[in-house]
């Protein structure tokens, strides 16, 4: 770990500097997890080795909870799985993804102790549990948790004092990182990364956390631009699209600190967020911009209702009648009409009206490159949506600019190893060769497309997410 050093930041407690200097794209360190568990909710659906998500799994014959692609991945994961395995055929039922996680950590210090890597840069018992910051609520949890997680440790490992449990169940709260799947699409579990636990945040980072290609078990630190030596390096634990009285409240109520950053602290951009459109230099009234606001925001909810449903068709029609009313009022940088035009491009898409699904799709990556860093991970991947949204519906040449944007983010965020930038790149050069074709002969390119279609018909985009579901933030926060 030598690019890195550990010292006491300003009003943040410890932290990580560099100790070199780096450049957009570097990669700071990679750490791979203590331990790890699939969450609950896919606990059939996703390899407990390798994290993968597939179709078919092989259950373990034994506990009959865990699950593997194959013999490979069993074998693998055994070492891990095996004392789970027997605590759970005595426990005679499967305890929830925290009390799993705690399980696993301890049998992990039990057996190579406080320090189970030469590049660990701090043992568990360093890092903040925040259990005295937590409401009477989270209190009561962390209680059942415990309560139930005594019931399951087997009398035969070794045993732990209430304190210590304690303090491993507060280290998962707030510093747990979600695993992601092999292409790092969504997230599937939950682990812990001691070393990128004292990494700080800061809402306009210089550094984004991104899981290792092909281990999801394996995340690297990323330098988003250059950083000098002796720089503190920072991630963003919430999405910067929020205001920043809202970021406040999140980091205070989830990660128990009071944010004191510059964008914090000045509410940069806040005004934009929230601002009404300008016209040949004219603006509406404040009274004009907060009744579209608050329209709009009763919209998102009824929205966000029926996307739950599925109800894709009724989610449009409130879409559209909410941007045909507010987006003459409401800037393009407005985070509520931000929401609608993604959910309609999303939607859309996914009901093959590809226009209007590519028109959206433009508009937002509009707003989010005038708010966004420049080298940020949802920016990029905005970007690739809209580029394969408009590549579909057959405009070619914004459909490349976009694809080219994503690929020089992704690069940086990502790196070009991993399988969503591999894709960015085989996509850059077919649409770079059919852009060629378009400016040589637009009828020619037109005609061979549509021919290209007939032979095999366009198929549907994936179903849109629910709001639950995809990673807006790598930091797991139990709900």
Known sequence: MENVVIFDSPGKGRG???????????????EASLAAVVFDSLAERVCHSCFRRQEKLQRCGQCKFAHYCDR??????????KQECSAIKAYGKVPNENIRLVARILWRLDKDGSTVSDMQLTTLDELEDHITDMQEDELKELKVDIHNFLDFWPRTSKQHTVDDISHIFGVINCNGFSV???RGLQAVGVGL?????????????NCTVILNHGNSLIRKLRSLGKIAEGEELTVAYVDYMNLSEERQRLLKTQYFFDCTCEHCKNKI??????????VDGVKPSEEQVKEATDYCYQMLEKMDKARLNGDYHEVVKICRECIEKTEPVLAETHIYLLRMWSTMSEVQAYLQYLNDA??????????YTKLYPPNNATLGMAAM???????????????????CKAYAILMVTHGPTHPITKDLEAMRVQTEMELRMFKQNEYVYHSMREAALKNKPMTMLHEPKSVEEGIKNLFHRRK
């Open 72 to 81: 490979t991945c069993q074998r693998a994961g055994w070492a891990e799985h």
């Open 358 to 367: 590519a028109e959206y799709a433009r508009k937002m990556v509009e707003g």
């Open 269 to 278: 951009k806040d005004d934009i967020k929230l601002g009404g459109r300008e």
């Open 16 to 30: 990580l500097k560099a100790a070199k200097e780096f450049w957009a794209g570097d990669v700071i360190f990679s």
């Open 193 to 205: 990364f001691p070393n990128l636990c004292l990494v700080n945040h800061d809402c306009w980072p």
């Open 385 to 403: 949506r809209a580029g394969v949204i408009h590549w579909q519906a057959g405009d070619i040449e914004v459909a490349h600019g976009m694809v």
């Open 180 to 182: 992601s799947d092999q």
